[in-house]
């Protein structure tokens, strides 16, 4: 079984319309982030959260929101979708032993907005 | 501020050719960097890293040396193979308080013929 989870996988929705994207996680980690992929422009942070309690803006976090309802579950929310947040999204963790952090990364899920 | 800056694609290859992506930083402190890797429609996955100057990360016969003084971590692989071909993503982790934060490349599609 994957260690970070995504779902959907593929999503469809129109302009307006508020949606959710899930992430899980069986690693035990404290550490989770989400990006956005696009295309020419690699990956960008949208959100972050060190635990339950501490939750973070990334670099682009405007028209979006999360919540992490335990260690193992953070959710992206697009409160009303837009077209140009059609995108790739991952989901990832880490945890914070050791100096320098490797990041795990679910297989994506691929966002189309109409 | 941080960034990575790495050669633009599409590399196309032959098997068993030589492969070289260039990637170069610009950070403050002492960061550590990664080579991340992603093959058609997954996620990303680390492929090696380095975290001090001098030191040579390598994985599945790729290889990549974190110099310092060119500011650089250039990816190697000395025959490659049609099972290679996925975007490469170069990355750094500043390290210190904010070694949660990576800094991604703009990612480069590497393909590679029979």
């Known amino acids: 079984d994957a260690d970070v989870t995504q779902t959907p996988r593929n999503r469809i929705t129109k302009t307006g319309k508020r949606i959710m994207l899930e992430c899980s996680q069986t690693?035990?980690?404290?550490?989770m982030y989400w990006y956005r992929q696009d295309p020419g422009l690699g990956l960008r942070l949208i959100y972050y959260?060190?635990?339950?309690?501490?939750?973070n803006k990334g670099e682009i976090s405007d028209g979006y929101s999360v919540s992490r309802q335990a260690q193992a579950k953070f959710s992206l929310s697009l409160e009303s979708a837009i077209p140009n947040q059609t995108a790739l999204y991952f989901c990832?963790?880490?945890?914070?032993?050791?100096?320098?952090?490797?990041?795990?990364f679910g297989p994506g899920t691929r966002l189309l907005v109409l | 501020g941080n960034s990575v800056t790495q050669m633009e694609g599409p590399v196309t290859l032959s098997e068993e050719a030589f492969l070289t992506i260039n990637c170069t930083y610009t950070a403050t402190g002492y960061p550590s960097l990664f080579w991340y890797v992603q093959y058609p429609g997954e996620g990303l996955q680390l492929l090696l890293k380095a975290t001090k100057a001098d030191d040579k990360g390598s994985n599945k016969g790729f290889e990549a040396t974190y110099r310092k003084e060119t500011t650089s971590f250039h990816l190697e692989k000395g025959s490659v193979q049609v099972s290679d071909s996925a975007v490469y993503f170069c990355?750094?982790?500043?390290?210190?308080?904010?070694?949660?934060?990576?800094?991604f490349g703009k990612g480069t599609l590497l393909t590679v013929n029979p």
């Open positions: 990355a750094l982790s500043r390290g210190g308080s904010s070694n949660y934060k990576l800094t």
């Open positions: 990832a963790t880490s945890d914070a032993s050791g100096t320098q952090e490797t990041q795990y």
């Open positions: 959260s060190f635990d339950v309690k501490d939750i």
């Open positions: 690693k035990g980690h404290d550490r």
